[in-house]
């Protein structure tokens, strides 16, 4: 058993298999999407017998049979009443993204005659990311990543309870023209059991305005007609339980969360909220602690142990460590263990909880 409330720098796979069976409550977690960004850490030995790092494989069937791999392992370590929270995003088929002149790795890998060609806004082709490699999809297609992990979820036995959208309001503008700006991602919720733990109270939100809706309720008994074949629905009368919870509304599967830049954090208030750290290190693929609050207070008990396989800049960490959870955290690159160790010391352990190593 992997030590609790570490972040061990280990694959995800390696790690997971240091789990026991059924020992881990909830899983929180964002991949690596695929051709996104090299992070700088070492190939993965496959069972198809291949070896690439998660995210940079050629072919998109191949970046989803490894993440489905991964989370083959990650039922087996999880508890029967235990619940899964993925965040993944999509990629446009024939896209340079974050490899295109001056990006993130053209300019790190860039050596003699390639630096003079990045100069002149060429990029040779083994600078180039998987997508603009042809695909079964067509360039500038959407490559339907997301929906081909849930199909594979859905293969392996997983429950799919929930598609979330995370929306962005302070969403990055974009320049394209034949398109609408990307502006939210998603969230899937997964459970291996049909019962599993849950706490719908932890994260109700407050109705809008419980007077006003019930005087509209006495004020105007009128029908609505359905075409139903039963008949007619009738309004929920004012005193029904159902019609409004006393401890607020569930708070539905559309949440409006504002990203924060890994900098501007940690800098800001000098509260410690958000990703970032006090050096100014960068990670380019965080998500808000906001994010995980909800799925953590609603899908793991006080004191129980949350997995996050692809700890990145730790995030799940802090936020389980903030809600009186227990955490375990897998991440292979080591600037990434420092940032994340480093955040995890800004904050105090949490009541009857030992403090991160």
Not at 174 to 182: A, G, I, L
Not at 192 to 199: A, M, V
């Amino acid at each position: 058993m992997l030590a609790i409330n570490k972040i061990h720098r280990i694959n995800a796979l390696e790690g997971l298999k240091q789990l026991p069976d059924e020992s881990i409550d909830c899983v929180m977690t964002s991949p690596p999407y695929w051709s996104m960004r090299d992070y700088g850490i070492k190939p993965t030995k496959w069972s198809d017998g291949s070896k690439s790092v998660l995210g940079l494989e050629h072919e998109i069937r191949d970046y989803v049979n490894h993440l489905l791999s991964i989370f083959e392992q990650v039922k087996r370590v999880l508890k029967k009443s235990g619940t899964v929270w993925v965040n993944l995003g999509d990629v446009y088929a024939g896209s340079w993204g974050n490899y295109a002149p001056n990006g993130v790795v053209s300019n790190r890998r860039a050596t003699g005659k390639h630096k003079k060609w990045l100069r002149q806004g060429i990029v040779n082709p083994q600078f180039r990311p998987p997508s603009s490699r042809k695909q079964l999809v067509r360039n500038k297609s959407l490559s339907l990543i997301p929906e081909q992990f849930v199909l594979g979820m859905a293969q392996q036995g997983w429950i799919l309870r929930n598609r979330i959208v995370w929306h962005k309001p302070n969403h990055m503008p974009s320049s394209v023209k034949d398109r609408f700006t990307n502006s939210w991602e998603h969230l899937f919720l997964f459970s291996k059991s049909k019962k599993y733990y849950f706490d719908l109270d932890s994260v109700r939100e407050p109705h809008l305005s419980l007077k006003k809706n019930m005087i509209n309720l006495t004020s105007s008994p009128k029908i609505r007609v359905s075409h139903h074949p039963t008949g007619k629905r009738l309004p929920p009368k004012p005193g029904d339980p159902q019609a409004f919870h006393p401890k607020g509304k569930n708070p539905g599967d559309c949440w409006d969360i504002s990203t924060r830049s890994f900098k501007s954090v940690m800098k800001g208030k000098g509260n410690g909220q958000g990703d970032g750290n006090e050096t100014g290190d960068a990670h380019f693929a965080v998500y808000p602690e906001q994010l995980c609050e909800r799925p953590i207070k609603a899908g793991c008990p006080r004191g129980g142990i949350i997995l996050d396989p692809f700890m990145g800049s730790g995030t799940t960490a802090v936020v389980a460590k903030k809600l009186g959870r227990s955490f375990i955290g897998l991440e292979l690159n080591p600037e990434y263990v420092k940032m994340a160790r480093q955040r995890l010391r800004h904050r105090a352990p949490s009541r009857g909880q030992s403090a991160a190593a």
